[in-house]
């Protein structure tokens, strides 16, 4: 019913920037929450960043002042700017969205993208 398809990821050097994307579709009524979740190996699954509606934003707190999320909600796409990377930092990293559709409230997850900062 809905899908999210992320762009963005690869491979860069520690202190680069990456910039990934998000982009959710189907019959959406409304899009409260998007964020990022990310998973290095031997890992659990964990929250880097939130956005709601209104942009309100909540960060992991070891990326903050680092990872900036953002969103457009004309285009249902969220974002996530990446800069000062550190090895770390290293996951795959998935989009999540909590929507309101015909059929009512659920969390969507789109395709996981690989991250990989180099020491």
């Known amino acids: 019913q809905v899908q999210l398809v992320v762009s963005g990821g690869g491979l860069v050097q520690a202190g680069g920037s990456l910039r990934l994307s998000c982009t959710a579709s189907g019959s959406i009524l409304s899009i409260n929450t998007m964020g990022w979740y990310r998973q290095a190996p031997g890992n659990q699954r964990e929250l880097v960043a939130t956005?709601?509606?209104?942009?309100?934003?909540n960060y992991e707190d070891s990326v903050k002042g680092r990872f900036t999320i953002s969103r457009d909600n004309t285009k249902n796409t969220v974002y996530l700017q990446m800069i000062s990377l550190k090895p770390e930092d290293t996951a795959v990293y998935y989009c999540?969205?909590?929507?309101?559709?015909?059929?009512?409230?659920?969390?969507?997850w789109g395709q996981g993208t690989q991250v990989t900062v180099s020491s």
């Open positions: 956005i709601t509606k209104s942009f309100s934003t």
């Open positions: 999540y969205a909590h929507c309101i559709t015909t059929r009512g409230m659920k969390d969507y």
